[in-house]
């Protein structure tokens, strides 16, 4: 076999063991997108009854609490930015990233200083990368994430948020949220959200059937909203984490995919190619025995 | 007793645990326990860590344990939320 033919073969052997790799991560995506989805529905009802219940304590009675209460003037923000830990899944975290930096941007035109929270090793390793503040960050969940998990994230942000920021260094006045909304198994769209101070009229998800009857409080209204806004928060903070991860797992499929019809395509014109050489071989050595005998004709022809 | 019934709903963020028709729940508050029938006036209660129990139609009682958790009453509609229930 020439040194040309055994070359394509090899190419052809190495991307066909790569279509492999490729082939088995899409299908393990797809696998994971509906498990995601479940997910997420399965989050709905307990959000849902959640909304419905502030809004009930917002409509009927007038407490303010610190967490809707919007500071007059401004100080720092926080941005939440939620990213994937492994990459192999196409532009979803730059694309996160990107709408980040763009918050960012606006948020520092209004003379906001910024306070970054991460989620996701991607995240972390594009603002290490570039010697950018990180206020504190968290890996190992993203294509799995668990309400204890939104939980910690949450305590730490409404924790922050509480703080006075003119005065302590960790305190924040509001709060954003990025994250990548899953519309469909093939839209993904990265968005920011501001999460604090909560404006608690919702627009997004069904609206509560009917008009709200008046609600007895118990203890009282007060401390009911207490115990009801940060379960609020966190919900919002674990459907955001389940959209992302719904969303990570719909962006890898789609990115894998691609990569395996280009294997596909790469193995195709590989072939063609090694046939040629085989066929290119194979008109060589014909001709060279052709004009071998030719010689030997002619020599002995010559001799006679 | 009432032919009424009770619509609950007992949801946590991660799945929704038990739904179904009842006749009474039980639950304790911050104030204290509180049974629910039905026709209960509209309340939104926070819950202690504790038991909730909701003896549904058929009779049966189900106990959960529930930590972090909310009740809501209204128009014969009662829903628990907890942060975990088992």
Same mark, same amino acid.
């Given at each position: 076999?020439?040194?040309?033919?055994?070359?394509?073969?090899?190419?052809?052997?190495?991307?066909?063991?790569?279509?492999?790799?490729?082939?088995?991560?899409?299908?393990?995506?797809?696998?994971?997108?509906?498990?995601?989805?479940?997910?997420?529905?399965?989050?709905?009802?307990?959000?849902?009854?959640?909304?419905?219940?502030?809004?009930?304590?917002?409509?009927?009675?007038?407490?303010?609490?610190?967490?809707?209460?919007?500071?007059?003037?401004?100080?720092?923000?926080?941005?939440?930015?939620?990213?994937?830990?492994?990459?192999?899944?196409?532009?979803?975290?730059?694309?996160?990233?990107?709408?980040?930096?763009?918050?960012?941007?606006?948020?520092?035109?209004?003379?906001?200083?910024?306070?970054?929270?991460?989620?996701?090793?991607?995240?972390?390793?594009?603002?290490?990368?570039?010697?950018?503040?990180?206020?504190?960050?968290?890996?190992?969940?993203?294509?799995?994430?668990?309400?204890?998990?939104?939980?910690?994230?949450?305590?730490?942000?409404?924790?922050?948020?509480?703080?006075?920021?003119?005065?302590?260094?960790?305190?924040?006045?509001?709060?954003?949220?990025?994250?990548?909304?899953?519309?469909?198994?093939?839209?993904?769209?990265?968005?920011?959200?501001?999460?604090?101070?909560?404006?608690?009229?919702?627009?997004?998800?069904?609206?509560?059937?009917?008009?709200?009857?008046?609600?007895?409080?118990?203890?009282?209204?007060?401390?009911?909203?207490?115990?009801?806004?940060?379960?609020?928060?966190?919900?919002?903070?674990?459907?955001?984490?389940?959209?992302?991860?719904?969303?990570?797992?719909?962006?890898?499929?789609?990115?894998?995919?691609?990569?395996?019809?280009?294997?596909?395509?790469?193995?195709?014109?590989?072939?063609?190619?090694?046939?040629?050489?085989?066929?290119?071989?194979?008109?060589?050595?014909?001709?060279?025995?052709?004009?071998?005998?030719?010689?030997?004709?002619?020599?002995?022809?010559?001799?006679? | 007793?009432?032919?009424?019934?009770?619509?609950?709903?007992? &949801?946590?963020?991660?799945?929704?645990?038990? %739904?179904?028709?009842? !006749?009474? /729940?039980?639950?304790?508050?911050?104030? #204290?326990? @509180?049974?629910?029938?039905?026709?209960?006036?509209?309340?939104?209660?926070?819950? &202690?860590?504790?038991?909730?129990?909701?003896? %549904?139609?058929?009779? !049966?009682? /189900?106990?959960?344990?529930?930590?972090? #958790?909310? @009740?809501?009453?209204?128009?014969?509609?009662?829903?628990?939320?907890?942060?975990?229930?088992?």
């Amino acid at each position: 076999m020439g040194a040309q033919l055994r070359i394509y073969r090899r190419r052809i052997r190495s991307v066909k063991a790569t279509k492999k790799i490729t082939r088995a991560m899409e299908l393990i995506s797809a696998s994971r997108i509906v498990k995601a989805q479940q997910r997420v529905s399965a989050s709905t009802p307990y959000a849902n009854e959640l909304t419905r219940a502030v809004s009930a304590v917002a409509t009927f009675s007038n407490t303010n609490h610190p967490l809707t209460t919007e500071s007059t003037n401004p100080k720092r923000a926080a941005v939440l930015i939620i990213t994937s830990d492994r990459g192999m899944a196409g532009a979803y975290s730059s694309s996160a990233i990107k709408e980040a930096d763009g918050l960012i941007v606006t948020l520092k035109q209004r003379g906001l200083e910024v306070d970054t929270y991460l989620v996701g090793r991607k995240a972390v390793n594009y603002f290490k990368f570039r010697n950018r503040a990180i206020k504190n960050s968290w890996t190992g969940f993203s294509d799995n994430p668990t309400y204890a998990h939104a939980k910690t994230i949450s305590d730490e942000l409404i924790a922050a948020f509480i703080k006075d920021a003119q005065v302590d260094i960790d305190g924040v006045d509001e709060l954003h949220i990025v994250y990548t909304e899953f519309k469909s198994m093939i839209t993904q769209i990265a968005m920011n959200k501001r999460m604090l101070p909560l404006e608690v009229v919702e627009s997004d998800g069904p609206a509560p059937a009917g008009l709200l009857p008046m609600y007895e409080f118990e203890p009282n209204a007060g401390e009911v909203l207490n115990a009801l806004l940060p379960r609020y928060i966190e919900s919002r903070v674990y459907n955001a984490l389940l959209q992302s991860a719904a969303s990570e797992h719909a962006a890898r499929r789609r990115a894998m995919k691609s990569a395996t019809d280009n294997a596909d395509e790469l193995i195709k014109s590989l072939t063609r190619l090694a046939n040629a050489a085989r066929q290119a071989e194979i008109t060589q050595e014909i001709s060279e025995i052709v004009g071998g005998a030719d010689a030997l004709a002619s020599a002995s022809a010559g001799s006679e | 007793m009432s032919d009424k019934l009770l619509t609950v709903e007992f &949801v946590t963020p991660e799945k929704r645990v038990w %739904s179904g028709k009842a !006749t009474m /729940v039980s639950a304790r508050t911050l104030e #204290g326990d @509180l049974g629910i029938l039905p026709d209960h006036s509209p309340l939104l209660g926070v819950l &202690v860590d504790g038991k909730v129990s909701i003896k %549904s139609e058929d009779g !049966t009682n /189900v106990d959960f344990n529930v930590s972090g #958790g909310f @009740l809501s009453v209204a128009n014969n509609r009662v829903s628990v939320l907890g942060e975990s229930a088992s």
